[in-house]
């Protein structure tokens, strides 16, 4: 992995990457790791040579507890003949086995124990792991910490969101006024780069880390949606901006040819061919289960059992193919 080396080469990679890039990373407890269960065999993965799977991680940042926690999850399927992208996320709380260990821990968690000294160099156990879930092949990282993204939304001058019902975490400041809670009403809300951070970080709802999911999705097709009235793919001026944004916030082994790849894509994408999903224990596709332990406090497994993702598996397939 490597922080943005250089002008040119960054410019077209967050040219190409502003589409699918709407999300934040937030701070949850460090879990401990134990050593049970066994593994499941693995199914071959999924190759098309039409499609990109681009991993999108979402961290806390150097400034928080747990900087290189992955609260944010997404694996993006770009078609590039199709002209399609199709995003899975994955809960945080999934309880997975390290690699080469009998030893679990939370899948957030892989990012920090492949880099114990909290500089990103390594995304093996992460990518290996989505991989294993998805059955997808993983073709590139994308790594964005929670400030780089406040300044994103700021460099396109805010988004507008829609909510079919007011939102109220009393767990979260309102950034206009720290004495408040958190509150949005019904309708539309235009969020700035404050607002959007607390918007996809809120998960006081009844389905918990998946109601934060959801403002996740909402979010980033509020983003694709601004960049397009802003003819931000044509606008040197907005890519500059939306380049600088992120200078020194995005971690990725991107390069010019995979930017140059997705520039149809940038221009030509239509809203109504950006589909997303989750990989949720709730109907009607319930594909994981949640339980706690002494160890692990909350966490989800697959339905079918630990390790077992030959649900998830068909499940993706049928979305994306």
């Known amino acids: 992995m490597r922080l943005n080396k250089g002008f040119v080469e960054n410019l077209f990679v967050v040219f190409a990457l502003s589409i699918i890039v709407a999300f934040s990373a937030f701070i949850s407890k460090q879990v401990r790791e134990v050593d049970i269960f066994k593994l499941k065999s693995v199914n071959n993965i999924i190759r098309n040579i039409k499609d990109k799977n681009i991993l999108v991680l979402g961290i806390a940042g150097f400034d928080s507890n747990g900087p290189l926690l992955t609260d944010v999850m997404m694996v993006v399927n770009v078609n590039l003949d199709k002209l399609t992208i199709k995003s899975i996320s994955i809960p945080r709380d999934l309880l997975v086995n390290i690699k080469n260990t009998e ?46 993204f406040r300044y994103f939304i700021d460099a396109i001058g805010g988004v507008n969101v829609y909510l079919d019902k007011p939102l109220y975490d009393p767990k979260l400041a309102n950034p206009d006024n720290p004495s408040e809670r958190f509150y949005l009403d019904a309708g539309w809300n235009y969020l700035d780069g404050k607002k959007a951070a607390k918007f996809v970080r809120s998960r006081y709802a009844a389905t918990g880390d998946f109601s934060r999911i959801d403002h996740q999705h909402d979010l980033l097709l509020a983003v694709f949606q601004k960049l397009r009235n802003l003819n931000a793919f044509i606008n040197p001026v907005m890519l500059y901006k939306i380049y600088s944004s992120w200078s020194g916030y995005l971690y990725t082994d991107f390069n010019i040819n995979d930017g140059f790849k997705l520039l149809p894509l940038a221009k030509n994408l239509n809203t109504k061919n950006i589909k997303f999903t989750t990989i949720s224990y709730s109907d009607p596709d319930k594909l994981l289960v949640s339980s706690t332990s002494e160890v692990y406090g909350y966490f989800l497994m697959p339905k079918a059992g630990l390790e077992n993702y030959v649900d998830i598996h068909n499940y993706i397939y049928n979305f994306i193919y």
């Open 103 to 148: 030893n679990f821990t939370k899948i957030n968690n892989l990012l920090t124990i492949n880099n114990p000294n909290l500089k990103i160099k390594n995304t093996e156990l992460i990518k290996d792991k989505v991989e294993q879930i998805t059955n997808l092949k993983i073709d590139n990282i994308v790594i964005v910490d929670l400030d780089g």
